[in-house]
């Protein structure tokens, strides 16, 4: 007899991602649908990361597991908007793939001195 239980073949192939959110979360009403709404992807595991201060660590411990991050960080790195592009910048330094643009698009689009200029 097996002393833990075997896991379905599906179970096994579930993608792992990466839900990177603001830190802390401000509207906990949305996290919760979000949450709901993906847990009907069956193929996939989510991990929610949103203590910006052990971010870093998290990324690293779990690195090897994750098939790619949805970044939802929009209110920037430890919730400071001129932080924003730390995140991606981050991701693509572990070399974890990840939802949205880039750090440099992300460090142009807010410099809002820059935008006006260029508007």
């Known amino acids: ?18 839900v990177i959110l603001s830190d802390p979360e401000d509207n906990i009403e949305a996290l919760e649908k979000l949450k709901h709404t993906l847990e009907g992807l069956q193929d996939y595991r989510f991990v929610y990361l949103n203590d910006h201060s052990k971010l870093l660590a998290d990324l690293e411990a779990l690195k090897k597991d994750i098939t790619f991050a949805f970044n939802l960080a929009d209110g ?22 990840y939802t949205g643009s880039g750090p440099h698009c992300v460090a142009r689009c807010v410099d809002k001195s820059l935008v006006r200029g260029i508007a």
């Open 1 to 18: 007899m097996l002393s833990h239980p075997v896991q379905s073949e599906n179970a096994q192939k579930r993608k792992t991602v990466a």
């Open 76 to 97: 920037g790195w430890r919730n400071e908007y001129r932080d924003e592009p730390h995140i991606p910048a981050l991701l693509e330094t572990l070399g974890i793939p």
